[in-house]
């Protein structure tokens, strides 16, 4: 939230985190994800906020989706986390969705 905020100059208040769009893999290349993405961003700009998101660098898919929806990369981040005992790292692609209409 902190890379989105600084890179849109938004309060991370204002911001609309999309947290996970799943596909099933039968259900892909069928324009879904698609959808699901625009109606997240219509979802956030009714509430007058800007949509984010994170990917995991590794989901190589989902990128040219986000990409071709308009929505631009502003930075990487790494998220640690503890599983178990051990402490995890994860590298994730922070995007932004397209800013709110008359903002």
Aim: aromatic share 8%; proline share 5%.
């Amino acid at each position: 939230m902190s890379l989105a905020s600084e890179v849109t100059g938004w309060e991370t208040e204002r911001l609309a985190v999309v947290a996970r769009l799943f596909v099933d893999l039968r259900g892909r290349r069928r324009g879904i994800g698609q959808m699901l993405l625009e109606r997240a961003t219509a979802e956030a700009h009714s509430m007058d906020r800007w949509p984010v998101l994170d990917v995991g660098r590794q989901l190589k898919g989902a990128i040219p989706l986000y990409e071709s929806c308009g929505w631009s990369r502003a930075g990487a981040v790494t998220f640690q986390f503890r599983d178990g005992k051990a402490l995890r790292k994860a590298d994730s692609r922070v995007y932004l969705g397209p800013r709110p209409p008359g903002r």
